[in-house]
């Protein structure tokens, strides 16, 4: 177990503008960090896991409190608006069920106060519970530096547990995420062996686009929490079931299909078997949820 020690002294700068924040980032060494709710970057360094020379509190910057929805424009999440506003924020809730499903069980209502969902996947832990819905909608992360801004579609944004796609220099400004085709639903559910403040030992997310001429699916997208390195795409069992009309015999293939491209390992929470098993019945109960929002099943 990871004792608590106090923390090394380092330099706090909290800017106020965009521009000055890229400034320090760009002349601070490879040690700086970014702080946005800091529930997971404060107890890294209490942990010593983490001795950062420099701290950049990033919640003054204008840019980074966006939290704004247009059809046309999709959604644009700031990198420090808390979770708890993204779960009850009215186009979140109306447009991206699966998304709020999945800010709402992040910790208690208290890390949801600090915590973003920006800070969620920067930290890049497999089994962040938000990584899995944004994989499914097709989420980009806006990324700036002094050189410029760009977008960083999320299947390439993890790279290892704990790293990112996010070079030295760039700091992450907003989220950004489509707004959800007609004829679309999707779900995202966790297992924790804990029934609160306790991080995923499996979840998923389903998200499916269906035909409403022939009720076939146009499109079946299928993310994975914590059975990987990184999140990760069902990519076998979403090309087996795209353009099928759904039963519950398919439901049962699909999942099987993507309980055999996990490769979990076992660890405290769980062993790699009881991680694939978890992984079937969740693939199977997101996909039984979504189809049932599209009125395919009872
Ligand atoms: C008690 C407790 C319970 C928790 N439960 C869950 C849970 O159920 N599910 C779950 O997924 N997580 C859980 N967490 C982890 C944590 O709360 C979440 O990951 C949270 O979303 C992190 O957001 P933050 O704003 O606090 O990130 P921070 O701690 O501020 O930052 C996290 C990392 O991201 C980097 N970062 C932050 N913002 C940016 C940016 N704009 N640009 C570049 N890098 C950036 C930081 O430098 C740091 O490395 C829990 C944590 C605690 C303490």
Not at 87 to 105: G, K
Not at 236 to 252: C, N, Q, R
């Amino acid at each position: 177990m990871t004792s608590i020690r106090s923390i090394d002294r380092f330099e706090y700068r909290a800017p106020g503008s965009l521009d000055e924040t890229l400034d320090i980032l760009k002349t601070s060494g490879t040690d700086a960090k970014v702080l946005a709710g800091g529930t997971d970057l404060i107890l890294q360094m209490k942990q010593g896991l983490i001795r950062p020379s420099l701290v950049v509190d990033v919640k003054k910057v204008p840019e980074l409190n966006r939290l704004e929805w247009d059809e046309v424009g999709g959604l644009h999440v700031g990198a420090v608006v808390p979770l708890n506003k993204l779960a009850t924020f009215p186009a979140i809730l109306e447009r991206y069920n699966i998304l709020a499903q999945a800010c709402s069980v992040i910790g208690s209502a208290q890390v949801r106060n600090r915590g973003t969902m920006a800070g969620n996947i920067c930290n890049a832990a497999p089994s962040a519970d938000s990584a899995p819905a944004l994989l499914c909608l097709g989420a980009g992360a806006v990324v700036a530096s002094s050189n410029g801004a760009r977008s960083i579609d999320l299947n390439d944004f993890f790279v290892a547990p704990g790293e990112t796609a996010i070079g030295d220099g760039e700091l992450m400004v907003e989220i950004e995420v489509p707004t959800p085709p007609p004829h679309s639903a999707g779900c995202y559910i966790r297992h924790t062996t804990r029934e609160e403040m306790d991080i995923a030992v499996v979840g998923v997310a389903s998200f499916l686009t269906l035909s409403p001429q022939d009720k076939t699916l146009k499109e079946a997208r299928i993310a994975l929490g914590a059975v990987a390195p990184t999140p990760v795409r069902a990519h076998g069992a979403e090309a087996f079931l795209t353009g099928k009309s759904v039963t519950p015999d398919i439901i049962e293939e699909v999942a099987e299909k993507a309980a055999a491209e996990a490769n979990p390992i076992s660890d405290l929470r769980g062993s790699a078997e009881y991680r694939r098993e978890l992984v079937r019945v969740l693939v199977r109960r997101t996909l039984r949820e979504s189809c049932s929002e599209l009125g395919l099943i009872e």
